[in-house]
């Protein structure tokens, strides 16, 4: 346990995954290997102190029991999970350290704290939130993670039950706006590496607020901070601003 964790990648021949191995070997931090979509987690796990896994939402609950399992730390930026593989997430956690974010950029990490004090700020009754995101054509999932933690974030610091309100799948006769409603845009296009921008708009003003990662490397040093983080921790479930000492 003392020293540097050795580390793993799940998802290695990805997008982010390719920038992590890069991010490893530049700072000379132990590489335990990488799989991809084919690759063995459980062997990868063997000789890893922390797996970082950026791959598919249907790998979470595998993924989950299979590090519990070996009691490897888990840095978790897989968005898009079902109910069921976050739950899994949340069983991993009594027996292993778990970093979980939907976006590892420190300027998200921000933007989510403000978007909770804007919330509170903001009534519901006279303030309509509404987020905007936009990713490369390659993305799958859709709101994205980050906007739905931002919805999260609003929901919760405004009192509401985030599945009551939120609103994401407007089309055709939509009816008009639901009293409280959070609402949901996604856009897909080119290579656009990941924009988000969370509005708040009353009959008089708007207040918004934007993100934009214009270098997908910042998910990757982040991630990678999570990692060496982790390494010695007590088991539970963790995000990003417990990272960086905001939580
Ligand atoms: N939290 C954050 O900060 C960020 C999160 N993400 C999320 O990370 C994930 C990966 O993104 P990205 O790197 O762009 O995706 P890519 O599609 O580029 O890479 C996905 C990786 O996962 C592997 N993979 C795909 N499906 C499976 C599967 N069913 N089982 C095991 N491995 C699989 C692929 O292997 P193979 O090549 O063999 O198919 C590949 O290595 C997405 O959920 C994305 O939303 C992305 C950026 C930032
Ligand atoms: O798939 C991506 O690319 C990204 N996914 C994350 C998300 O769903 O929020 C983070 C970032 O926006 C890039």
Redesign the pocket.
């Known amino acids: 346990m003392d020293g540097l964790p050795r580390i793993g990648v ?8 390719r920038l992590l191995r890069e991010e490893i070997e530049t700072a000379a931090l132990p590489f335990a290997g990488g ?4 690759g063995d987690l459980a062997e990868l796990a063997s000789r890893s102190d922390v797996v970082i896994d ?6 979470a609950t595998r993924h989950a029991a299979i590090l519990a399992e070996a009691d490897v730390n888990w840095v978790l ?4 999970l079902s109910t069921e593989a976050q739950q899994a997430v949340e069983h991993a956690a009594v027996r292993i350290s778990i970093v979980q ?5 420190p300027g998200v990490v921000l933007m989510t704290a403000l978007a909770r004090r804007m919330a509170a700020a903001l009534p519901a009754d006279a303030y309509d939130a509404e987020i905007l995101e936009t990713h490369h054509r ?4 859709a709101p ?2 980050t906007a739905l933690s931002l919805g999260r974030a609003v929901a919760e610091a405004r009192g509401q039950r985030f599945d009551a309100v939120r609103d994401s799948g407007r089309d055709g006769h939509a009816g008009g706006r639901r009293p409280g409603a959070i609402g949901f845009a996604a856009l897909r296009g080119g290579q656009i590496v ?1 924009e988000h921008t969370l509005s708040f708009t009353s009959d008089a003003e708007q207040l918004s607020i934007e993100h934009r990662a214009f270098d ?1 490397r910042v ?1 990757a040093t ?2 990678l901070r999570a990692a060496l983080w982790s390494h010695g921790r007590q088991p539970g479930l963790f995000g990003m601003e417990h990272v960086l000492g905001l939580a």
């Open positions: 799940a998802g290695l021949s990805g997008r982010v995954g799989v991809g979509r084919d950026f791959t598919h939402a249907d790998t930026g897989t968005t898009g974010a939907s976006n590892f950029s390659q993305k799958v999932d994205s993670g990941g997908r998910f982040g991630a």
